[in-house]
């Protein structure tokens, strides 16, 4: 069973008329093949862009974390659990071949005895991008204050603890008081604000704090535009995301920046898999030491993934968003 999307998603918001299950048969394994049988499936902003861009249709979408159930293939035995970019399905047939849009081989996910979702969100893609983003990008120094945007989501809250573990003083933005509320309380953020209920988002920040160093930018547009009016000299932006303009046609209109800040786009692809596993190491030793919390929203069934992607792209999701199958 796999989902396709019938539709690039013209909308901002795609619908779930987008999307329609297909069945197919599983194919007899060739020499070197394996099957998987997804347990987690992931859903992330980037379709939503991808799919505005691609304006096709494509099944292929999506980190999953699977089982492998059959196999003929001695580095991916039956049992191991194998992280692949498989898409929205139930079944997928690899063959350890880098053979995805990312060029990610299957890889065994790095989660020892943490539970196995995790290496969809704070184990996973996600979380190398936040690690790669702060720590190589932002650069953040001890007493440094670091912004950070969706910063309840799955890279924003993990990006905000590594700028604590390093030191600096935390400011995010998220998008409901209760997501606000557990920045504050549980991941030890400095301060938090919700972005739709304040009013003077640059009156907050400058009576918060002496300006930014470092941003972490996950939304882009306006929000992204203002915080970027905040930035110290010398300061660094990683621009990770720009959830609020997928699907719309924005000028970016860059502000007027005070001197050198370097304002930098990347993708955790840019960097290869040992520096990623390196980065997934980190973490794994942080969440396991309880310098990092890890949120996640885990719905069930494999139907409820359009239903799952369209709420975590409303803003429905705290931390990692992924549905168990
Ligand atoms: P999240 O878990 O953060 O989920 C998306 C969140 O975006 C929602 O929960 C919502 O939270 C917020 N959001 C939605 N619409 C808006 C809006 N108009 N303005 C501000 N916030 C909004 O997703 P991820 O952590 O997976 O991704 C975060 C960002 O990082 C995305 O932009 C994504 O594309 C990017 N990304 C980039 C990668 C890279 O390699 N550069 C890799 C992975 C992700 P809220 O309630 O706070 O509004």
């Keep these: 069973v796999k989902y396709n999307v019938i539709k690039a998603f013209e909308n901002y918001l795609p619908t779930l008329n987008d999307f329609e299950i297909a069945h197919e048969n599983?194919?007899?394994?060739?020499?070197?093949?394996?099957?998987?049988?997804?347990?987690?499936?992931?859903?992330?902003?980037?379709?939503?862009?991808?799919?505005?861009?691609?304006?096709?249709?494509?099944?292929?979408?999506?980190?999953?974390?699977?089982?492998?159930?059959?196999?003929?293939?001695?580095?991916?035995?039956?049992?191991?659990?194998?992280?692949?970019?498989?898409?929205?399905?139930?079944?997928?047939?690899?063959?350890?071949?880098?053979?995805?849009?990312?060029?990610?081989?299957?890889?065994?996910?790095?989660?020892?005895?943490?539970?196995?979702?995790?290496?969809?969100?704070?184990?996973?893609?996600?979380?190398?991008?936040?690690y790669l983003g702060m720590v190589e990008i932002c650069?953040?120094?001890?007493?440094e204050v670091v912004c950070v945007t969706s910063a309840a989501g799955a890279v924003g809250s993990i990006a905000g603890q590594i700028a604590k573990i390093k030191g600096a003083t935390v400011i995010g933005f998220a998008g409901t008081d209760e997501k606000v509320q557990m920045l504050l309380e549980e991941l030890n953020f400095d301060h938090a604000f919700n972005y739709k209920k304040e009013k003077d988002i640059m009156g907050t920040i400058r009576s918060t704090v002496e300006g930014i160093d470092c941003y972490f930018d996950n939304v882009g547009g306006e929000l992204a535009m203002t915080i970027l009016k905040c930035m110290n000299p010398e300061g660094r932006v990683a621009e990770c995301g720009s959830i609020s303009t997928y699907g719309k046609s924005l000028a970016n209109k860059k502000p007027a920046l005070p001197g050198s800040v370097k304002i930098q786009s990347f993708s955790f692809a840019q960097w290869d898999w040992s520096q990623q596993s390196a980065a997934l190491q980190h973490i794994r030793h942080w969440i396991e030491k309880g310098a990092i919390k890890v949120k996640e929203t885990v719905a069930n069934g494999f139907e409820v993934l359009p239903d799952t992607f369209i709420a975590m792209l409303k803003g429905d999701n705290v931390g990692k968003s992924v549905v168990k199958v």
């Design 26 to 130: 599983v194919p007899t394994l060739g020499p070197g093949e394996f099957l998987v049988k997804a347990v987690y499936i992931s859903v992330d902003p980037y379709m939503r862009s991808f799919a505005h861009r691609r304006k096709v249709p494509y099944e292929q979408f999506g980190f999953q974390v699977g089982k492998v159930v059959e196999s003929q293939n001695s580095e991916y035995p039956e049992n191991v659990n194998v992280v692949s970019h498989s898409g929205w399905r139930e079944y997928t047939v690899l063959n350890g071949n880098p053979d995805d849009i990312f060029s990610l081989k299957p890889y065994q996910p790095q989660i020892g005895n943490l539970p196995l979702s995790l290496s969809l969100g704070a184990l996973g893609m996600p979380g190398m991008t936040a």
């Design 139 to 143: 650069k953040p120094k001890k007493g």
